[in-house]
């Protein structure tokens, strides 16, 4: 059981340049999500898919595009990198709005560097 | 303004002794409360939710409560492999169809053999 797969696991950019992290599931989960994780800080909510077709901004979105490609896949683009994007990023999904299988599955995450 | 605290950020047990994590949390309206273990280097891992006051939920040597202001996390006679970073997460009622979920910063569980 793959769950959920994220890619790349390390990646270091230079400011100005772009990447986009991908993130699959195969779980026919609707929801998917993506964190990021820093220091001393909880999780907190970049962009979320609430359906195939749907995105809705999180707590802190600007700097980021996202992209529910299918059910299965939801990618997080960052289109002009800067060092305050320098996190662990985490891509989750779950199965919200059926009653009490609201927890998230979370794949491994990516650490990203932006010097 | 919304907040969930955890407390405290770092404990350090030795194997067998008991103890509680803590969970405090300031919400307009509470959809469920959750926790979740982190593995250095992992995702979090899903452990329990707990959706009202005086609802208990165990798995294995983990116990966790909730009442209308904190959630604990009781671990009773820990063994090393419960160190992880334990995480707390409270899911609002309103912000759209998904609703709020606001993370704690965690606390990072040691347990010497």
């Known amino acids: 059981n793959a769950g959920v797969t994220q890619t790349p696991k390390f990646q270091v950019l230079k400011t100005g340049q772009s990447m986009t992290l991908q993130c699959a599931q195969d779980m026919n989960h609707n929801s998917m999500y993506w964190y990021r994780q820093d220091p001393g800080m909880g999780l907190r909510l970049i962009y979320y898919?609430?359906?195939?077709?749907?995105?809705d901004k999180g707590e802190v979105p600007n700097g980021y595009n996202v992209s529910r490609l299918n059910k299965r896949e939801f990618s997080l683009r960052l289109e002009s990198a800067a060092p305050s994007q320098t996190s662990v990023y985490f891509c989750?999904?779950?199965?919200?709005?059926?009653?009490?299988?609201?927890?998230?599955?979370f794949g491994s995450g990516t650490q990203l560097s932006v010097l | 303004e919304d907040q969930v605290t955890q407390s405290p950020e770092a404990l350090r047990l030795q194997e067998g002794e008991s103890s509680s994590l803590n969970c405090s949390y300031t919400v307009s309206g509470l959809r469920g409360l959750f926790w979740y273990r982190q593995d250095p280097g992992k995702g979090p891992e899903f452990l329990f939710t707990l959706y009202s006051a005086g609802e208990e939920k165990e798995k294995e040597r983990l116990k966790a409560t909730l009442t209308k202001k904190e959630s604990f996390l009781h671990i009773t006679a820990p063994k090393p492999e419960d160190s992880a970073t334990y995480l707390c997460?409270?899911?609002?009622?309103?912000?759209?169809?998904?609703?709020?979920?606001?993370f704690g910063k965690g606390t990072k569980l040691s347990v010497k053999p």
């Open positions: 989750a999904s779950s199965d919200a709005g059926t009653g009490s299988n609201e927890k998230l599955f």
């Open positions: 898919s609430a359906s195939e077709g749907t995105t």
């Open positions: 997460a409270v899911r609002t009622n309103y912000g759209g169809s998904q609703g709020n979920l606001i």
